[in-house]
């Protein structure tokens, strides 16, 4: 068998393991980085690449305390009270020294409220921070070993664009601000498709994995890709290496692992996730709860004591050209806007709309509304898009056939469509045209939360998540539920230290990410409250095995 040594062995190359690297490679540690499938940058690289932490250099008008009141309201005693603690001490220093050191670039949303606006110490702006956009050709071929965007997230054959680039393109013909700033992201589009098979300009999760994988690169760590690890090498209480591809592998200080958790682990999806178990993820394949099991191997539990064992979003599905699928999660664009309703399977409404993604799922499931329909018409979807249908599209019928979205010329249409009780149906279509007129939501509260308005639109009064549906066709969209990343890891102390059944850390294991029991529990405080975490604990894991370094 063949022998290597590094310091630090990081097993799971998405931001909690590429933030763990870069914080090694400041500490002066050797690094190897292993990740099972042939991308780095997770789960994270397809999301909006948020990063909740309170407190930051970034936002220096938060209050710790405040941060403290919000988490200990929303998560309750779900999680330790040790762990919250860590994660908001930890995380400005985090943020602090990987932002300086250049691995980070990131900046405060100007106004993103915390999901719970209602609850103690939440605020509307300052603790979600965003990834800056990243220009992909500092990477050069190494752009390939990036994971891709989801093709539903692109524009013009891989044109990346984020909620700014997409008020500029919508208002092109009515400013001459948004025509300027089309024109440069669509010449700029054009350059780099001239030279490889998307765009170069980095945005969102691509951009906070982009700017950690140039940093990695630039400072000479070793990465593997599509290596598997089969085992870690624990001796005499202590994690001593791995084995990986039949190879030992020797780590001085340490090994962390961050493997993405087990949102594809058929196993524990079946004993922990909700009834009826969810059929769909929006998270990567290769997130099949490899790392867990390798650290329930090496001795560690796993935390089984939440609400939640995964946080939720929901999400319509389609099947591509290629025949693959695509699980697209209704977060942020269509759901909250006026004029678009959620019904049940009878065709009644049974959520607010304009709640947080989490929430949503959450309602779903209390409802039994397992699958779901977005409701609206035609004149919704030219104007705010649906799912994957973008705005200003207007022939549905390539959708229609493909079967993505159903239409009925009347209310009545639209119900026999989609199974509903047509009655049921216009009643919902009925009183949410009262409640618009009246600017206010008696059943459910939609539009009455500071998050929520920031999720309609401003132009839209009274309430700018309630408009009347308007004049057929009608469209029904079918949502399901899908986890967006697992909540229920391996329970760690504050040092990111794996502990086993006795409570006692495994010295030289660590978990960050997903891996890690989330410090959130099964609650979804912000936006950003994996990734936050995530590079939080990858950053402490790596600063307490640089403590092993023998001088």
């Known amino acids: 068998m063949d022998t290597n040594t590094h310091d630090l062995v990081v097993v799971g190359a998405g931001v909690a393991g590429m933030a763990a690297a870069a914080t090694a490679v400041l500490e002066g540690l050797s690094v190897l980085l292993i990740e099972a499938s042939p991308h780095v940058g997770g789960t994270s690289a397809l999301s909006a690449g948020s990063a909740w932490v309170p407190n930051s250099i970034l936002s220096r008008d938060d209050d710790p305390d405040a941060a403290r009141r919000y ?69 050069g071929k190494s752009l390939a070993l990036l994971r891709p965007p989801l093709p539903e997230f692109t524009i013009f054959g891989g044109m990346m664009v984020d909620r700014v680039d997409i008020t500029h393109l919508l208002n092109a013909t009515k400013s001459a601000k948004s025509f300027a700033y089309a024109a440069k992201l669509l010449l700029r589009h054009g350059v780099d498709r001239l030279a490889g098979p998307r765009g170069r300009r980095l945005v969102m999760g691509n951009a ?63 004993e922990l996730y909700p009834k009826p178990v969810a059929t769909h993820s929006a998270v990567p394949a290769s997130n099949a709860g490899g790392g867990v099991d390798l650290l329930l191997a090496a001795g560690g539990r796993l935390e089984i004591g939440y609400d939640n064992a995964a946080f939720w979003a929901p999400a319509s599905v389609r099947t591509r050209a290629d025949g693959s699928k695509a699980v697209f999660p209704h977060f942020v664009l269509d759901r909250a806007k006026p004029g678009v309703i959620a019904v049940n399977a009878e065709g009644r409404r049974f959520v607010d709309e304009s709640t947080s993604y989490h929430r949503f799922v959450g309602g779903m499931y209390n409802a039994g509304a397992i699958p779901c329909h977005l409701v609206c018409n035609a004149d919704f979807i030219r104007r705010y898009g649906l799912g994957v249908i ?14 993505y ?27 949410n045209d009262r409640y618009a007129a009246e600017g206010r939501d008696p059943d459910f509260g939609r539009g009455t939360t500071a998050y929520a308005r920031n999720l309609g639109d401003p132009a839209h009064g009274p309430n700018p998540c309630l408009g009347p549906i308007g004049e057929g066709p009608y469209y029904a969209l079918k949502i399901h539920p899908a986890d967006i990343g697992t909540a229920m890891g391996v329970v760690t102390d504050t040092q990111a230290r794996v502990l086993n059944a006795a409570g006692a850390p495994i010295e030289g294991l660590y978990a960050a990410g997903n891996d890690m029991a989330s410090v959130m529990g099964g609650a979804y405080p912000g936006p950003g409250i994996t990734i936050g975490p995530a590079l939080t604990f990858g950053y402490v894991a790596a600063r307490h095995a640089a403590t092993r370094k023998e001088t």
């Not at 103690?120 to 800056?132: D, F, H, K, N, Q």
């Not at 870690?232 to 290496?241: M, W, Y």
């Not at 159903?406 to 009545?412: H, K, S, W």
């Not at 989609?418 to 009655?423: S, T, V």
Request: glycine share 12%; proline share 5%; charged share 25%.
């Open 390 to 403: 973008r705005p200003l599209t207007r022939n549905l019928k390539p959708r229609v056939a493909e079967g």
């Open 71 to 139: 988490l200990d309201s929303v998560v309750g005693n779900q999680s330790r009270a040790e762990m919250r603690d860590a994660f908001l001490a930890r995380g400005p220093e985090m943020i602090e020294r990987l932002q300086g050191a250049g691995a980070l670039d990131l900046a405060p949303y100007p106004y993103h409220p915390d999901y719970l606006t209602d609850m103690p110490g939440a605020v509307t702006s300052g603790r979600a921070l965003g990834a800056r956009a990243f220009d992909g050709r500092r990477l």
């Open 405 to 431: 979205i159903a239409e009925g010329a009347t209310v009545a249409d639209l119900a026999k469509a989609i199974g509903a009780d047509p009655d049921a149906l216009a009643d919902s279509f009925a009183r």
């Open 208 to 270: 906070l994995a982009g700017r950690l994988l140039a940093f990695l690169l630039e400072h000479g760590v070793t990465i593997r890709t599509e290596t598997t690890v089969e085992r870690i090498e624990v001796e005499d209480g202590r994690a001593t290496g791995v084995i990986a591809g039949g190879e030992r592998i020797i780590a001085r200080c340490g090994v962390v692992i961050s493997t993405g958790g087990f949102s594809h682990h058929p196993r524990l999806r079946d």
